[in-house]
């Protein structure tokens, strides 16, 4: 089977999210075992300059709902981006999963050659899908998803390189 634009985004944004939610799962236990509230864990940074867990969270949510949103063509849910405990984040990695799933492979495929228009601060940005994944998408995707690892890291909970990789050949 060859390389689609679907397989390369939603399930890599499905299987990532399942990860990062199992490393919550992990947080709270290093929580619990160490005696101390996991809001401290949540409000965290790696730099005072740089975005909390709790939002490094929400932006690996939003890369990847309005990623597939976008080169499918169709609306992306609106998520308040309020979320301040775990069972909050939980769920809206759940319903970034569920809209993920909720999208045939079908709107994405063939998706390369379209037009992606992106919203910035410095006026709208047009490109390729294939560009626009690639270039944009992927590795937005992926440095919220290393920084949410990272932070983890930082803070003590025992995650390892096969917690960021999952199964291989999965």
Request: zero cysteines.
């Amino acid at each position: 089977m060859s390389l689609t634009m679907y397989s390369a985004s939603v399930p890599i944004f499905l299987r990532t999210l399942g990860h990062i939610g199992k490393w919550l799962d992990k947080a709270e236990a290093h929580a619990q075992a160490k005696k101390f509230d996991i809001g401290v864990l949540l409000g965290t940074r790696l730099s005072p300059d740089m975005l909390p867990f709790t939002r490094q969270v929400q932006m690996t949510s939003d890369a990847a709902k309005f990623g597939a949103a976008r080169l499918a063509g169709i609306e992306s849910p609106k998520f308040d981006d309020v979320e301040t405990t775990l069972p909050e984040l939980r769920e809206r990695i759940a319903k970034t999963v569920a809209f993920l799933e909720s999208i045939p492979a079908e709107k994405i495929d063939g998706s390369d050659d379209r037009d992606v228009t992106i919203p910035r601060r410095d006026g709208p940005l047009t490109l390729k899908g294939e560009v626009y994944l690639r270039t944009f998408v992927l590795p937005n995707f992926y440095f919220h998803t290393n920084m949410i690892y990272a932070l983890l890291r930082h803070n003590g909970v025992e995650l390892g390189k096969s917690d960021y990789l999952g199964p291989l050949g999965a």
